[in-house]
């Protein structure tokens, strides 16, 4: 008898390992076909990294719904902005069973979550123009943009602290306090010199980020600003 139980368990342990095997298997194969077709897609530089969680991924599979899906992006270059640190989660994916073996079909999304870095040489790049190179580092909860203007003949390091805030899909910088050559001055003696430097504004685009992200909020970090957003529901063609 008790040879075997120790069969039995022998057996129970050995099916175990096999399926765990299988299943980590397969989990793997997937994400590595989800990380070459969003490569694909989006042109990216490498490929994300996709993670499935959400229990065994075979019983996922074979019901055709998977939970908690995130996928991690390092470098999403756009048109306008390069986006940093993109990682967008979606609670719940529906997966018919011909996507599942490479068939065309529709795979539905419920409504996730997106975050995204946009560095602060990224954000300067977009707010230097008329020949002005703007530099931008944290101050604090604000930003510091500094830049040389020309006064009286000589150029002169123009510094203005902003408060950035999130306006729709844009990036605003707006200014609280300004320093002429380490001298606190109004902001009005600041913005005459950028505008007669032929600087365009605080302002910058978000057009990037994916129409289907309702943009919500903004946090000032070390590398740049942080945004967050709410993906919408919906519906995915695969082909």
Not at 183 to 198: K, N, Q
């Amino acid at each position: 008898m008790a040879r075997r139980l120790v069969r039995l368990i022998v057996t129970v342990a050995a099916l175990a390992v096999v399926l765990l095997a299988a299943d980590l298997a397969a989990r793997g194969y997937a994400t590595s076909r989800v990380a070459d077709r969003l490569r694909t897609e989006y042109s990216l530089p490498a490929d994300p990294h996709v993670e499935l969680a959400g229990g065994s991924f075979l019983w996922q599979a074979v019901r055709g719904r998977f939970e908690d899906v995130t996928v991690l992006v390092d470098d999403l270059p756009g048109e306008d902005v390069d986006l940093r640190d993109v990682r967008v989660r979606v609670p719940e994916v529906d997966v018919p069973a011909g996507v599942l073996l490479g068939r065309p079909g529709t795979v539905d999304l419920a409504a996730g979550t997106l975050r995204a870095s946009v560095g602060y040489e990224e954000l300067a790049r977009r707010v230097s123009a008329g020949g002005l190179d703007v530099a931008l580092a944290r101050a604090g909860e604000d930003v510091r943009a500094s830049t040389t203007v020309r006064l009286l003949g000589l150029g002169v390091e123009l510094a203005v602290t902003v408060a950035p805030a999130l306006d729709g899909r844009r990036v605003r910088l707006e200014p609280v306090s300004a320093e002429v050559a380490g001298a606190r001055v109004p902001l009005s003696r600041a913005e005459d010199l950028l505008e007669a430097a032929g600087f365009g504004g605080w302002s910058v685009a978000l057009d990037d980020v994916p129409a289907q992200v309702r943009l919500e909020g903004l946090e000032v970090t070390d590398a740049g600003v942080l945004v967050t957003g709410v993906l919408a529901a919906g519906a995915v063609d695969v082909r």
